[in-house]
Structures are given as structure tokens and as C-alpha cells.
């Protein structure tokens, strides 16, 4: 079982910054992909980023240039630094872990990121 508990969360206005950070514990596959979703009220749960263990980094398009995912793998620890926040980030931001040998996701109990305009 792997345990992922994220933290950062909070209430900032347009523009500020936040880092969430997500710290997993259990059996960690040496292999995995790390990231990040969000669910914002009446929407579905959306991709934010993720990285692999091995450092490939993909974003979705709306955080492009403004959200860095990082992990440090000796820590077992993902970060995401999100700069020049908007409102319509506003959502639940959820930690996931995918073991892509067995395809089972992992999935924190979130952590909530309001931005006031």
C-alpha cells in the first residue's frame, strides 16, 4: 500500500504564488509517475502535471509557464510551485501515484487552493 498526504494548500489573491507539496510513504515502486490533479466544484477531477522518477515532465496546457512540478526521490516527496495564480485555478489539488508496471493509481485526500480575484 503506498500513503500519499499532500500540504500547501490556502487562500491567496490573483497573482500570488503557492508550493504544494505531497509526501508518499509504503511500497513505492522504484518506477513511477508522480503528479498532480485538480477537481474544481461541478467539475470533473483534471491533469495538472507529473513527472517520472526518471525526470520526464509533461503540464497541462492552462498551467504552462506558470506551474513547476518537482520530486525528490530520495524523500519520496512531489512539490508543484504555482505562480501567478487565477481564480480559475481555484479547485481541489490531488496527489497521485501510478505504479505503471501493475497500472494502480494512488490518490491523496487533496488539499484546497481558493484564489480570490
Known amino acids: 500500500q503506498v500513503q500519499l498526504v499532500e500540504s500547501g494548500g490556502g487562500l491567496v489573491q490573483a497573482g500570488e504564488s503557492l508550493r504544494l507539496s505531497c509526501a508518499a510513504s509504503g511500497s513505492i515502486f522504484s518506477i513511477n509517475v508522480m503528479g498532480w490533479y485538480r477537481q474544481a466544484p461541478g467539475k470533473e477531477r483534471e491533469f495538472v502535471a507529473h513527472?517520472?522518477?526518471?525526470?520526464?515532465?509533461k503540464y497541462a496546457d492552462s498551467v504552462k509557464g506558470r506551474f513547476t512540478i518537482s520530486r525528490d526521490n530520495a524523500k519520496n516527496t512531489l512539490y508543484l510551485q504555482m505562480n501567478n495564480l487565477k481564480p480559475e485555478d481555484t479547485a481541489v489539488y490531488y496527489c497521485?501515484?501510478?505504479?505503471?508496471?501493475?497500472?494502480?493509481?494512488?490518490w491523496g485526500q487533496g488539499t484546497q487552493v481558493t484564489v480570490s480575484s
Open positions: 497521485n501515484l501510478l505504479n505503471p508496471i501493475s497500472r494502480i493509481n494512488y
Open positions: 513527472k517520472t522518477n526518471g525526470g520526464n515532465t
